[in-house]
Structure formats: C-alpha cells, structure tokens
C-alpha cells in the first residue's frame, strides 16, 4: 500500500531559525510553506528528491505539536507514507485490529488527504497516510 516515503516530520519551537539551520548546513530550501489551522501548525517543507523534511511548529498552545514539544521537546514527531488510496490503507489499519486517530481521511496540508495511525499501533511511530 506504502508507495513512498512523502515525508519526514520534525516538531521544532522556532521555524525560522530551522528553516535556517537546513538552509545554512544542507543548502535546503523551503518548496512549500502552509499555516494549517486545523492542526494548529505551520510547516515549512523542505524538498529531498521526491520527499520533503516537513518542520512543523505549533501556532496555539493547545495544538498537538505543541503538546508534543512540551512532553518530548525538540525532534522526529512522525512519518509520513504516500497511499494511492487514503480510505482504503486506514480500514486496513482499522480491519487488523489497529488504533487510529483519525476515524476517516482528512484534509491535508498541499491539497492531499491525510489520516493518522496512532503511535501504539505502530510500534512506537507516529504515522501519516498521504494521499495526493
């Protein structure tokens, strides 16, 4: 179901001094930056091949990125899987006894659709179903 790999989250406090971090160590620039108000983020995404690095930081204190930084602090909060079929890959997870966090896909940032498996389904890992 996992076509490629679309991206590799990071939960940071400052996304300026990230963006410029990338930027001044790996020459990285920014092929798309979002507010998504639904999540209580901004992201900016930097482009690797046909991936991205996704730098996530959080816009309300209630957000779930920002309840992450305050636990977890600084660093991978999640991987993110293109799917051809959103729909189809989350009732896998669901038909195989698996946890999700979202009962259906979702809007996602870039125009994609999205939907979360829960970490303690997926040993450990926070992941997100993608679909352009």
């Not at 996992?2 to 300026?16: P, Q, S």
Request: glycine share 8%.
């Amino acid at each position: 179901m996992f076509t490629e790999i679309d991206h590799v989250a990071i939960a940071v406090n400052d996304l300026d001094a990230a963006i410029d971090w990338y930027a001044e160590n790996f020459g990285a620039t920014v092929a798309h930056r979002e507010r998504v108000e639904s999540d209580g983020v901004e992201e900016a995404l930097l482009a690797v091949a046909d991936s991205y690095i996704q730098l996530l930081c959080p816009t309300s204190e209630d957000s779930p990125v920002a309840k992450y930084l305050a636990k977890k602090g600084e660093g991978l909060h999640h991987v993110g899987y293109r799917v051809d079929d959103c729909a189809a890959a989350l009732e896998s997870v669901k038909s195989h006894g698996g946890r999700v966090i979202d009962e259906a896909p979702r809007p996602g940032s870039r125009g994609t659709t999205v939907a979360f498996v829960h970490p303690k389904t997926s040993f450990g890992t926070l992941i997100e179903l993608v679909q352009e």
